[in-house]
């Protein structure tokens, strides 16, 4: 069976889809999320998809799931590269993703994650000023 | 003019992805658009996974189709399996039996233009889709 690779890039795991997957696969990839993040305490999941040609309801269920799980290990997951005739299609067949987050592409779901990261802080940090959150990510963009 | 079709068996994952693969190929050489190349290879993989889940496997037919006027795509999924007892509701969305999100049958009928399902409680069930060229 095919293994989807999990890439660490600093405090962020990179998972590029470039295969079309059996339902295993995608079960597998499942699992190896949930170890990575345990085993390196990675606080961000950034799923590609630019190089999948369909999302049917498994996959998008799956990837619903993975958000959930990263969530509940303390890392956020952030779908990037959704072709539009795919977000056309799992409109259309009911699927709307809820609970994940996206981005255009890797990039913007770097800068996606790491403001959502530096909020986190903010919020911990009763004394920090609210507004100094938004400094970074307006810079980047 | 319609070519002969080509028939996959539906016994396992794989054979799922041959399905998706199949139809994309089909869909290409009649010159689907994008979007409606993506709807109907989508809407194939919920039905071959369907024949393999519910159905206990069975085999999937893709022919092209041709009324005078526009060219398409048909396809027929067929399993020996249980059947579907009441159609109307495993036609809504949300309902399943299977512990997926409900949305397989429905979805892929919102993505085809025609959709024709025979079924009967222990008689098997045949789905045939047809998407047409715009």
Not at chain 2, 63 to 89: S, Y
């Amino acid at each position: 069976m095919e293994r989807v690779p999990v890439l660490k890039i600093g405090d962020i795991l990179l998972v590029s889809i470039q295969i079309d997957m059996e339902d295993q696969v995608a079960l597998q990839l499942q699992e190896d999320l949930a170890d990575r993040i345990v085993a390196t305490g990675c606080h961000g999941v950034i799923i590609d998809i630019s190089a999948l040609d369909i999302v049917d309801s498994f996959v998008g269920r799956t990837l619903a799931t993975i958000a959930s799980i990263s969530r509940v290990l303390d890392a956020e997951t952030v779908v990037v590269g959704m072709r539009p005739a795919v977000a056309i299609t799992l409109v259309e067949l009911g699927l709307s993703l809820p609970g994940i987050r996206t981005a255009l592409n890797v990039e913007l779901g770097m800068e996606l994650l790491a403001r959502h990261r530096a909020e986190e802080f903010t919020d911990l940090d009763e004394l920090g000023d609210e507004d100094e959150a938004d400094t970074p990510a307006a810079a980047a963009s | 003019m319609s070519e002969p079709g080509q028939r996959l068996e539906v016994a396992s994952d794989q054979d799922v992805v041959r399905v998706r693969q199949l139809v994309r190929t089909v869909a290409v050489a009649v010159k689907l658009s994008l979007v409606d190349q993506t709807k109907l290879v989508t809407a194939a993989s919920e039905l071959a996974r369907n024949t393999l889940v519910y159905g206990g496997g069975g085999w999937a037919e893709v022919e092209t189709v041709d009324n005078g006027r526009r060219k398409g795509i048909r396809i027929v999924f067929a399993d020996e399996g249980p059947g579907i007892a009441d159609l109307d509701l495993a036609l809504t969305d949300g309902y399943t039996t299977g512990g997926g999100l409900g949305l397989g049958l429905s979805g892929a009928r919102r993505l085809v233009d025609e959709f024709d399902i025979v079924t009967e409680a222990g008689q098997g069930t045949t789905i045939t889709i047809t998407k047409w060229c715009r």
